[in-house]
T-cell receptor
Framework: AQRVTQPEKLLSVFKGAPVELKCNYS??????LFWYVQYSRQRLQLLLR??SRESIKGFTADLNKGETSFHLKKPFAQEEDSAMYYC????????????FGKGTHLIIQP | KAGVTQTPRYLIKTRGQQVTLSCSPI?????VSWYQQTPGQGLQFLFE???????NKGNFPGRFSGRQFSNSRSEMNVSTLELGDSALYLC?????????????FGPGTRLTVT
């Protein structure tokens, strides 16, 4: 069975400090990994996906197959980064529906 | 262009009743997925429809069903409601089938079962 684990329910960092949101997954094949974000009073939306290898709003995430991790990082946090972040996995090369982690609430303190 | 819309936004039902939720995808999107969000279990995949066919189904009992119409609009039905079905139900649309395509989420329908 596929599973996504986000060990931190809440993460609080100061503005300007580095941010790392952890995501570990369990899947026997080749998964597609994603980060979705939900800002206050907004809808859930895609932040980035591992296959595109791009940086969005300063965030990057590297798929580490050896450690089965897909941690989200940003070198300098900004107050507008405060939001709920969800790591998600799609099996069978992306053909399956999304399996989400339980989310991490990121709070950026001024 | 208009985003994903869900109706109704809020619903209160009694145990044993049934309920139908509706989702209108973004114009041109042919895939609609449904998710249940609860504080305890988080976001869980219910099912995905593409071209009026169910492609994938999550680990939910048969009381949860859905369908998709030729205009890609989708409905989700829950029969014999239980207290544990109280949740936020989200639908998401995408251009094509599978989680690899960007999912555009609706605002959700908040279902309360009393």
């Amino acid at each position: 069975a596929q599973r996504v684990t986000q060990p931190e329910k809440l993460l609080s960092v100061f503005k300007g400090a580095p941010v790392e949101l952890k995501c570990n997954y369990s899947y026997s094949g080749s998964p597609e990994l994603f980060w979705y974000v939900q800002y206050s009073r907004q809808r859930l939306q895609l932040l980035l996906r591992h296959i595109s290898r791009e940086s969005i709003k300063g965030f990057t995430a590297d798929l580490n197959k050896g450690e089965t991790s897909f941690h989200l990082k940003k070198p300098f946090a900004q107050e507008e980064d405060s939001a709920m972040y969800y790591c998600a996995l799609s099996g069978r090369g992306g053909a399956d529906g999304l399996t989400f982690g339980k989310g991490t609430h990121l709070i950026i303190q001024p | 262009k208009a985003g994903v819309t869900q109706t109704p936004r809020y619903l209160i039902k009694t145990r044993g009743q049934q309920v139908t939720l509706s989702c209108s995808p973004i114009s041109g999107h042919r895939s609609v997925s449904w998710y249940q969000q609860t504080p305890g279990q988080g976001l869980q995949f219910l099912f995905e429809y593409f071209s009026e066919t169910q492609r994938n189904k999550g680990n939910f009992p048969g009381r949860f069903s859905g369908r998709q119409f030729s205009n890609s609009r989708s409905e989700m039905n829950v029969s014999t409601l239980e207290l544990g079905d109280s949740a936020l139900y989200l639908c998401a649309s995408s251009l094509a089938a599978g989680g690899a395509y960007e999912q555009y989420f609706g605002p959700g329908t908040r279902l309360t079962v009393t």
